[in-house]
């Protein structure tokens, strides 16, 4: 069975701070897919990225990053110079190939203060 | 182009009751999924559909809930005799399928139902 953790149920930080979201899977899978999504307050989630489990490159999305690391089963990601607007709640999810359904973590609530 | 749409946005029903719950997928989109988010979690799957068939249901709760999409596009996820337990974010997704692998799935606003 897959398992996705976010263990950082919330966090909260000043405008212009750099923060990073913390994400860990379970798989025995060697073909899977890895996302982020986000979600604000008005409740749709938002697609931000797709990696597979071949590419580990790090990605770079304006202030957004992302961090794939096989040896630590983690997909972290980072919002540099964070905003306002980042404030919402903020899922990593996996797919394993084969399979359709999206295994979430928990979400972590990140609280963005002007 | 237009995202994917749910109808209603809110439900309100009364314990016992029947519900049903719509989702319009994106166009050109062959797969559909249907997830369930209760308060502070993330969304848990309830089933999939590629073109009309159910291919995989092993998330629905029970036999109280059943989905449908008659025609491959919209599909409406019924559940009878509502509880309150019931009460959650229903959310819809749809997704092209290349090649057998799954592709992005892109969300829908969800429908909050809520049964008193």
């Known amino acids: 069975a897959q398992k996705v953790t976010q263990a950082q149920t919330e966090i909260s930080v000043v405008e212009k701070e750099d923060v990073t979201l913390d994400c860990v899977y379970e798989t025995r899978d060697t073909t899977y897919y890895l996302f982020w999504y986000k979600q604000p307050p008005s409740g749709e989630l938002v697609f931000l990225i797709r990696?597979?489990?071949?590419?580990?490159q790090n990605e770079i999305s304006g202030r957004y990053s992302w961090n794939f690391q096989k040896s630590t089963s983690s997909f972290n990601f980072t919002i540099t110079a964070s905003q306002v607007v980042d404030s919402a709640v903020y899922f990593c999810a996996l797919i394993i190939q084969g399979a359709q359904k999206l295994v979430f973590g928990q979400g972590t609530r990140l609280t963005i203060n002007p | 182009g237009a995202g994917v749409s749910q109808t209603p946005s809110n439900k309100v029903t009364e314990k016992g009751k029947y519900v049903e719950l719509r989702c319009d997928p994106i166009s050109g989109h062959t797969a559909l999924y249907w997830y369930r988010q209760s308060l502070g979690q993330g969304p848990e799957f309830l089933i999939y559909?590629?073109?009309?068939?159910?291919?995989?249901d092993s998330g629905l709760p029970n036999d109280r809930f059943f989905a449908v999409r008659p025609e491959g596009s919209v599909s409406t996820l019924k559940i009878q005799r509502t509880e309150r337990g019931d009460s959650a974010v229903y959310l819809c997704?749809?997704?092209?399928?290349?090649?057998?692998?799954?592709?992005?799935?892109?969300f829908g606003p969800g429908t909050r139902l809520t049964v008193l």
């Open positions: 559909f590629q073109g009309t068939g159910a291919a995989d």
């Open positions: 990696r597979n489990s071949f590419d580990e």
């Open positions: 997704a749809s997704s092209l399928m290349l090649a057998g692998v799954a592709d992005t799935q892109y």
